[in-house]
């Protein structure tokens, strides 16, 4: 993999030794925000004014996740298991700003070419542990 195809080294674990990065090639951010919709009741004889707008509340609540597309070195393959393992909250360091964030899925891939790097395909999820 060459430095020109890569977005972010994105560095994923709780810091230490069992940190490790994620070369990136895509990042797709998506923010999904909570919210109530309340349909208004219409009367028989109100229906030949038509529809009626909705009322709409907005929790305040929002949902960012990241699914992240590049490769991981082969030893690092043992530290991403690790993570999922133990599960609960882990760092992320994105351009230089860390976030909480607990791994939702990822997808590993061996290829025989590839000796020393693995395709990965990985989704972490913003949050802190319920406590």
């Given at each position: 993999?060459?430095?020109?195809?890569?977005?972010?080294?994105?560095?994923l674990?709780?810091?230490?030794a069992?940190?490790?990065?994620?070369?990136?090639?895509?990042?797709?951010?998506?923010r999904q925000?909570?919210l109530?919709?309340?349909?208004?009741?219409?009367?028989?004889?109100?229906?030949?004014?038509?529809?009626?707008d909705?009322?709409?509340?907005?929790?305040?609540?929002?949902?960012?996740?990241?699914?992240?597309?590049?490769?991981?070195?082969s030893?690092?393959?043992?530290?991403?298991?690790?993570?999922?393992?133990?599960?609960?909250?882990?760092?992320m360091?994105?351009?230089?700003?860390?976030?909480?964030?607990?791994?939702e899925?990822?997808?590993?891939?061996?290829?025989?070419?590839?000796?020393?790097?693995?395709?990965?395909?990985?989704?972490?999820?913003?949050?802190?542990?319920?406590?």
């Amino acid at each position: 993999m060459t430095q020109e195809s890569l977005i972010d080294n994105i560095i994923l674990g709780y810091g230490g030794a069992n940190a490790f990065t994620i070369y990136s090639q895509s990042i797709d951010e998506n923010r999904q925000k909570t919210l109530n919709i309340v349909k208004k009741g219409v009367s028989v004889a109100g229906r030949v004014t038509g529809f009626k707008d909705n009322l709409i509340i907005d929790l305040l609540r929002e949902e960012r996740r990241w699914t992240i597309i590049g490769y991981i070195d082969s030893a690092d393959k043992t530290k991403l298991e690790s993570l999922w393992s133990a599960g609960g909250p882990s760092i992320m360091y994105l351009e230089s700003v860390s976030y909480s964030v607990v791994i939702e899925k990822y997808n590993v891939k061996k290829l025989v070419e590839a000796q020393d790097e693995r395709p990965i395909q990985i989704t972490v999820v913003e949050g802190v542990d319920f406590a």
